[in-house]
């Protein structure tokens, strides 16, 4: 059974995005596929800003939370990143966090749920050049969901129903492409 990693890419205080990881991962479950799916929230892990010098009390409490985010992730055969779209890019956190990353995403596949004004689409065009230095293979259909209409007051998650094909093929790609790429690693 493949593992796949929902991602919440967004570590701020009153974000939209723990609403819809959740939609997507209750949304996963229930297709009843093939696969396996756990949300993880890259607020629960504190990691530091890359290559930034630390005092030295902070040092072990950084390589701990390092290590474990790189053990999570390396434990799954595919992702879905749900990502918001901050000034026409992918969120620093998330940046940072796959900074830390190489070989334990190399030759994985993932798919991409934005938020935005524009759905996260600049989001994930931006995703598609970094995961690509990470030899992850991303697919094509992605899920985008507008502040404007699938919020109301751009707060409260109401998905339009016709997202629901787009999640199933973004899905179906994810699950078919970390079949795949998981018989060459």
């Known amino acids: 059974m493949l593992k796949i990693g929902i991602i919440l890419g967004s570590v701020r205080q009153g974000r939209n995005g723990e609403a819809v990881a959740n ?18 929230d890259l607020a629960d892990y504190k990691l530091p800003f890359l290559g930034a010098a630390l005092p030295e009390a902070q040092q072990a409490e950084a390589e701990a939370a390092i290590k474990a985010w790189s053990e999570k992730i390396a434990s799954f055969d595919g992702y879905v990143f749900v990502t918001p779209e901050y000034n026409h890019a992918v969120g620093g956190a998330l940046k940072n966090a796959l900074d830390f990353l190489k070989p334990e995403v190399a030759n994985k596949a993932a798919g991409f749920v934005g938020y935005g004004s524009l759905g996260g689409t600049r989001a994930h065009e931006n995703l598609r050049l970094i995961l690509g230095e990470l030899q992850i ?8 969901f507008s502040l ?3 919020f109301v007051n751009m707060s409260e998650f109401k998905p339009a129903d016709f997202h629901q094909a787009n999640a199933n ?3 179906d790609q994810v699950i078919a492409w970390s079949t795949a790429l998981k018989t060459i690693r």
């Open 148 to 150: 404007m209409t699938d």
């Open 169 to 171: 093929d973004m899905l």
């Open 23 to 40: 939609w997507t991962y209750d949304f996963a479950t229930k297709r009843n596929d093939e696969a396996e799916y756990e949300i993880v």
């Open 137 to 144: 293979a991303d697919v094509r259909t992605a899920l985008t």
